[in-house]
Each structure stands twice: as structure tokens, then as C-alpha cells.
């Protein structure tokens, strides 16, 4: 049975994702969540790519800088490459992609490490150029 996909423009879209998903996971899946609004408090919370997702405005990809997601054995963390890679000693024994950290749903999830991820996954997007503002330019930098 496919699981309803939430739009995103739901206030209550990643309560939904979480309620469609098998019980069992659910409870793993508000964890990460959790993890990363403590890790990230003034994040905008949404769906992206149909999946939760975080975001800070005026950065680039819409400042979205962490998604999680369900698949049938696993719960993946997505992040901003170089975020993985530069804490590969931290993951060793984990399934990782390039963006991608991938827990397995029958093990416990490593919260720390969660939220470790997603503070260096801000700062590798805060630390590219902030995305210039549509509609010209005013000659003007604000240095930030």
C-alpha cells in the first residue's frame, strides 16, 4: 500500500508523513525529528521532495540544509555534501552516500551524532555566499 504523500503547503504535512508511516517507525522518525529542530531551532519545518525537510531563507536549494525519510529498512538522513564526508570516522559502520546517512529501523538511532550532522550541515550552507536578491542589484553589500 503506497503512502499518501503530503503537500507541502499543509501546516501539519510532516505529522502526516510521520502518521502514514508503519508504527514502528514512527516513534524513530520523531526522534531524528526532534533532534534536528534542537540541533536547528529556527529552521522552517516543511516537506521537500515530498519528504520532511528544514530550511533557514536566502540560502541556497531554499536553504534546506536536512530531510529524513522512511524506506522499508532503514531511515535515511539527508544533508549537505561535504557534511558526510567530513564526518566518515563518526559513520564508520553505517551505510552512507555522498548525502545520505542511512539507519537502519531495527537499531537505535544515534542522536548525537544526529544532531552533530545537522549543525555541520547549517554551517556548510551558511558558509557558501548567500544567494543574491531577485530584481537587480543595488550596488550595495551587506557583508554578511
Request: hydrophobic share 35%.
Amino acid at each position: 500500500m503506497a503512502r499518501r504523500v503530503p503537500d507541502k503547503s499543509e501546516p501539519d504535512a510532516v505529522d502526516k508523513y510521520i502518521a502514514d508511516c508503519p508504527v514502528d517507525a514512527r516513534g524513530k522518525l520523531e526522534e531524528i525529528r526532534t533532534a534536528i529542530k534542537e540541533a536547528a531551532p529556527d529552521a522552517i519545518e516543511t516537506t521537500s521532495y515530498f519528504i520532511p525537510g528544514y530550511s533557514y531563507p536566502g540560502y541556497d536549494y531554499n536553504g534546506m540544509f536536512a530531510w529524513f525519510d522512511y524506506r522499508s529498512s532503514q531511515i535515511d538522513l539527508r544533508l549537505r555534501p561535504p557534511t558526510i564526508e567530513d564526518h566518515k570516522k563518526d559513520l564508520a559502520g553505517l551505510v552512507v552516500t555522498k548525502s545520505v546517512v542511512r539507519f537502519p529501523s531495527d537499531k537505535k538511532i544515534p542522536i548525537p551524532l544526529v544532531k552533530r550532522l545537522v549543525k555541520a550541515s547549517v554551517r556548510v550552507m551558511k558558509d557558501k555566499p548567500r544567494k543574491p536578491a531577485r530584481g537587480g542589484s543595488s550596488g550595495t553589500s551587506s557583508g554578511v
